[in-house]
Structure formats: structure tokens, C-alpha cells
């Protein structure tokens, strides 16, 4: 149980700062005096490839953590009912 929260914790932290490392790569420019405008149209793909790989992430952690996430802010999964009330039509 704790392996699988490490890793989650893991890939959400890799969906999160792998674009920010790979701009801060790509921006050290080993010939300054050399500048091209040239983008691979690849390049667009694996951008949108990341955005949608990091949401799903996002979208998975939430999922898994939403519970406590809940707890955290004072919702409890049965506060919202009230399990003295009548049902109605009985």
C-alpha cells in the first residue's frame, strides 16, 4: 500500500516538472551567436502528448487521494446525509 502512494506521488511529481526541466535544457543554448527558429512538427505533438499524460495524472492522484482530500478541507464521505430522516414515498 505504501509503494503504490510512493509511486503515485512519484509520477505526479514527474507529470509536474519534467516539461520545466526539458524547457530549462532546451534553453541552454550551446552556441549563442546561433539561433533557429525551427520547430520539429513532432515537437507539437509531444507537447500535447505531455499536457494530456500530466492531467491524466492529475486527474488519477485526485482519484485516488480524494477521500482525504475531503477530509482535509471537512467534508466527511456521510455528512451530507442524514440518516435519521424518513425517506419520502415509504
Request: glycine share 8%; net charge neutral; charged share 20%.
Amino acid at each position: 500500500m505504501v509503494r503504490h502512494r510512493v509511486r503515485s506521488l512519484v509520477c505526479l511529481l514527474v507529470a509536474l516538472f519534467a516539461p520545466s526541466l526539458a524547457w530549462a535544457a532546451l534553453s541552454l543554448d550551446p552556441s549563442p551567436g546561433l539561433r533557429l527558429a525551427y520547430i520539429d512538427p513532432g515537437a507539437g505533438s509531444f507537447v500535447i502528448q505531455a499536457l494530456v499524460a500530466a492531467a491524466a495524472g492529475i486527474a488519477v492522484t485526485l482519484r485516488l487521494y480524494w477521500q482525504r482530500i475531503k477530509g482535509f478541507f471537512g467534508s466527511s464521505a456521510g455528512a451530507d446525509r442524514d440518516d435519521d430522516a424518513p425517506e419520502d414515498g415509504a
